[in-house]
Protein backbone atom coordinates (compact mmCIF):
# COMPACT_ATOMS: atom_id res chain seq x y z
CA UNK A 1 0.00 0.00 0.00
CA UNK A 2 1.57 3.43 -0.80
CA UNK A 3 1.48 6.22 0.97
CA UNK A 4 -1.52 8.78 1.29
CA UNK A 5 -1.36 11.73 -1.19
CA UNK A 6 -2.24 15.39 -0.25
CA UNK A 7 -4.73 15.05 -2.49
CA UNK A 8 -6.31 11.82 -0.55
CA UNK A 9 -5.54 12.94 2.78
CA UNK A 10 -7.50 16.30 1.52
CA UNK A 11 -10.53 13.89 -0.45
CA UNK A 12 -10.73 11.89 3.11
CA UNK A 13 -11.09 15.24 4.83
CA UNK A 14 -13.74 16.41 2.81
CA UNK A 15 -16.09 13.34 2.75
CA UNK A 16 -15.76 13.62 6.40
CA UNK A 17 -16.72 16.92 6.74
CA UNK A 18 -19.72 15.99 4.70
CA UNK A 19 -20.40 12.94 6.94
CA UNK A 20 -20.72 14.89 10.16
CA UNK A 21 -22.55 17.51 8.00
CA UNK A 22 -25.01 15.39 7.10
CA UNK A 23 -25.32 13.86 10.66
CA UNK A 24 -25.79 17.41 12.01
CA UNK A 25 -28.47 18.45 9.60
CA UNK A 26 -30.72 15.19 10.11
CA UNK A 27 -30.33 16.21 13.86
CA UNK A 28 -32.01 19.37 13.39
CA UNK A 29 -34.67 17.67 11.17
CA UNK A 30 -35.88 15.11 13.89
CA UNK A 31 -34.83 17.11 17.82
CA UNK A 32 -34.95 20.96 16.40
CA UNK A 33 -31.87 22.77 17.83
CA UNK A 34 -33.48 22.29 21.10
CA UNK A 35 -31.76 18.98 20.75
CA UNK A 36 -28.80 20.01 19.34
CA UNK A 37 -25.90 18.64 20.61
CA UNK A 38 -22.14 17.85 19.31
CA UNK A 39 -21.48 14.84 21.23
CA UNK A 40 -25.07 13.43 19.66
CA UNK A 41 -23.77 14.19 15.93
CA UNK A 42 -20.30 12.35 16.14
CA UNK A 43 -22.28 9.92 17.78
CA UNK A 44 -24.72 9.76 14.56
CA UNK A 45 -21.24 10.54 12.66
CA UNK A 46 -19.95 6.92 14.16
CA UNK A 47 -16.79 9.23 15.29
CA UNK A 48 -15.92 10.27 18.41
CA UNK A 49 -16.65 13.69 20.35
CA UNK A 50 -12.69 14.75 20.09
CA UNK A 51 -12.53 13.85 16.12
CA UNK A 52 -15.99 15.66 15.31
CA UNK A 53 -13.76 19.10 16.73
CA UNK A 54 -11.08 18.99 14.47
CA UNK A 55 -13.11 19.54 11.70
CA UNK A 56 -15.60 21.92 13.49
CA UNK A 57 -13.66 23.02 16.82
CA UNK A 58 -16.94 24.39 18.21
CA UNK A 59 -21.08 24.39 18.01
CA UNK A 60 -21.04 27.96 16.21
CA UNK A 61 -18.68 26.56 13.24
CA UNK A 62 -20.91 23.10 13.06
CA UNK A 63 -23.74 25.42 12.81
CA UNK A 64 -22.24 27.39 9.92
CA UNK A 65 -20.72 24.70 8.12
CA UNK A 66 -24.84 23.37 7.83
CA UNK A 67 -26.31 26.94 6.83
CA UNK A 68 -23.01 27.83 4.13
CA UNK A 69 -23.79 24.14 2.57
CA UNK A 70 -27.58 24.81 2.20
CA UNK A 71 -27.09 28.26 0.82
CA UNK A 72 -24.63 27.31 -1.44
CA UNK A 73 -26.81 24.82 -3.18
CA UNK A 74 -29.70 27.96 -3.46
CA UNK A 75 -28.10 31.16 -3.94
CA UNK A 76 -25.50 31.52 -7.22
CA UNK A 77 -27.95 29.69 -9.98
CA UNK A 78 -26.67 29.76 -12.22
CA UNK A 79 -23.04 29.98 -11.43
CA UNK A 80 -20.89 32.67 -11.77
CA UNK A 81 -18.91 31.26 -14.41
CA UNK A 82 -22.42 30.81 -16.93
CA UNK A 83 -24.15 34.32 -16.15
CA UNK A 84 -22.60 35.84 -18.34
CA UNK A 85 -23.44 33.79 -21.13
CA UNK A 86 -27.22 34.44 -19.87
CA UNK A 87 -29.82 37.32 -20.15
CA UNK A 88 -30.43 39.12 -16.59
CA UNK A 89 -34.18 37.39 -17.40
CA UNK A 90 -33.08 34.16 -17.82
CA UNK A 91 -30.30 34.28 -14.95
CA UNK A 92 -33.66 35.22 -12.45
CA UNK A 93 -35.71 32.18 -13.85
CA UNK A 94 -33.47 29.48 -13.84
CA UNK A 95 -32.63 30.58 -10.02
CA UNK A 96 -36.18 30.79 -9.11
CA UNK A 97 -37.30 27.71 -10.40
CA UNK A 98 -33.43 26.32 -8.67
CA UNK A 99 -34.87 27.38 -6.03
CA UNK A 100 -38.41 25.67 -6.27
CA UNK A 101 -37.09 22.77 -7.07
CA UNK A 102 -34.75 22.29 -4.41
CA UNK A 103 -37.64 23.18 -1.98
CA UNK A 104 -39.55 20.42 -3.59
CA UNK A 105 -36.79 17.48 -3.66
CA UNK A 106 -35.08 18.35 -0.53
CA UNK A 107 -38.16 19.17 2.04
CA UNK A 108 -35.89 18.68 4.76
CA UNK A 109 -33.03 20.99 3.89
CA UNK A 110 -35.73 23.52 4.81
CA UNK A 111 -36.69 22.06 7.85
CA UNK A 112 -33.20 22.43 9.16
CA UNK A 113 -33.05 25.80 7.35
CA UNK A 114 -36.26 26.83 8.98
CA UNK A 115 -35.20 25.42 12.49
CA UNK A 116 -32.26 27.67 12.42
CA UNK A 117 -34.43 31.20 11.16
CA UNK A 118 -36.68 30.72 14.35
CA UNK A 119 -33.34 30.07 16.88
CA UNK A 120 -32.14 32.78 15.32
CA UNK A 121 -34.66 35.16 17.41
CA UNK A 122 -33.20 34.19 20.30
CA UNK A 123 -30.23 32.92 19.82
CA UNK A 124 -26.71 35.39 18.95
CA UNK A 125 -24.82 32.67 17.70
CA UNK A 126 -27.13 31.66 14.82
CA UNK A 127 -28.38 34.92 13.90
CA UNK A 128 -24.73 36.00 13.25
CA UNK A 129 -24.38 32.80 10.85
CA UNK A 130 -27.43 33.38 8.85
CA UNK A 131 -27.17 37.09 8.73
CA UNK A 132 -23.91 36.50 6.67
CA UNK A 133 -25.63 34.22 4.60
CA UNK A 134 -28.45 36.76 3.80
CA UNK A 135 -25.77 39.29 3.13
CA UNK A 136 -24.25 37.30 0.14
CA UNK A 137 -27.65 36.27 -1.09
CA UNK A 138 -28.03 39.94 -1.16
CA UNK A 139 -25.09 40.11 -2.86
CA UNK A 140 -26.36 37.69 -6.01
CA UNK A 141 -29.85 39.42 -6.24
CA UNK A 142 -28.98 42.79 -6.60
CA UNK A 143 -26.33 43.41 -8.90
CA UNK A 144 -28.84 41.21 -10.91
CA UNK A 145 -31.71 43.32 -10.22
CA UNK A 146 -29.69 46.28 -11.40
CA UNK A 147 -28.33 44.80 -14.41
CA UNK A 148 -31.70 43.47 -15.65
CA UNK A 149 -32.99 47.54 -14.94
CA UNK A 150 -30.24 48.95 -17.04
CA UNK A 151 -30.78 46.59 -19.44
CA UNK A 152 -34.48 47.53 -19.23
CA UNK A 153 -36.03 43.71 -18.96
CA UNK A 154 -37.15 44.23 -15.60
CA UNK A 155 -39.57 47.37 -13.76
CA UNK A 156 -37.55 50.23 -14.24
CA UNK A 157 -39.54 51.38 -10.61
CA UNK A 158 -37.71 48.10 -8.66
CA UNK A 159 -35.46 49.53 -5.56
CA UNK A 160 -33.02 46.82 -5.77
CA UNK A 161 -32.29 46.72 -2.70
CA UNK A 162 -35.76 46.56 -1.44
CA UNK A 163 -36.67 43.61 -3.92
CA UNK A 164 -33.71 41.52 -2.78
CA UNK A 165 -35.17 41.19 0.62
CA UNK A 166 -38.53 40.54 -0.99
CA UNK A 167 -37.30 37.32 -3.03
CA UNK A 168 -35.45 35.99 -0.11
CA UNK A 169 -38.24 36.82 2.06
CA UNK A 170 -40.53 35.61 0.03
CA UNK A 171 -38.45 31.94 -0.71
CA UNK A 172 -38.76 31.65 2.96
CA UNK A 173 -42.50 31.94 3.77
CA UNK A 174 -43.01 30.15 0.74
CA UNK A 175 -40.96 27.10 2.30
CA UNK A 176 -43.10 26.70 5.39
CA UNK A 177 -46.40 26.57 3.28
CA UNK A 178 -48.51 23.63 3.86
CA UNK A 179 -50.26 21.46 0.89
CA UNK A 180 -49.75 23.73 -1.48
CA UNK A 181 -49.76 21.40 -4.91
CA UNK A 182 -46.59 21.62 -7.43
CA UNK A 183 -48.79 24.34 -9.67
CA UNK A 184 -49.65 26.67 -6.72
CA UNK A 185 -46.03 26.95 -6.02
CA UNK A 186 -45.28 27.68 -9.51
CA UNK A 187 -48.12 29.95 -9.67
CA UNK A 188 -46.88 31.76 -6.64
CA UNK A 189 -43.31 31.65 -8.43
CA UNK A 190 -44.18 32.99 -11.81
CA UNK A 191 -46.40 36.14 -10.06
CA UNK A 192 -43.29 36.85 -8.01
CA UNK A 193 -41.41 36.80 -11.43
CA UNK A 194 -44.12 38.53 -13.30
CA UNK A 195 -43.66 41.44 -10.35
CA UNK A 196 -39.69 41.82 -11.31
CA UNK A 197 -39.84 41.77 -15.31
CA UNK A 198 -41.08 44.56 -17.25
CA UNK A 199 -44.11 44.61 -19.46
CA UNK A 200 -41.85 45.88 -22.18
CA UNK A 201 -39.23 42.91 -21.43
CA UNK A 202 -41.99 40.49 -20.98
Known amino acids: MGTPTLKTIRS ?15 LIVQEGLEGFRIREVAERAG ?19 IVDRIVASLERVPSPDTIA ?11 FQHVLAQMQTNPDMFVALNELFLRAVRDDEVRRVLSATDVSWHGFLIPLL ?16 AAAVIVTSFFKGLSIQLNLSH ?14 VSIDGA
Open 12 to 26: DGDDRRQQILDAAQN
Open 47 to 65: MHHASLLHYFPNRESLVRG
Open 85 to 95: SLSPRDTLHVH
Open 146 to 161: KNGMQQGVFRADIAPE
Open 183 to 196: QQLQDAVHQLEQWI
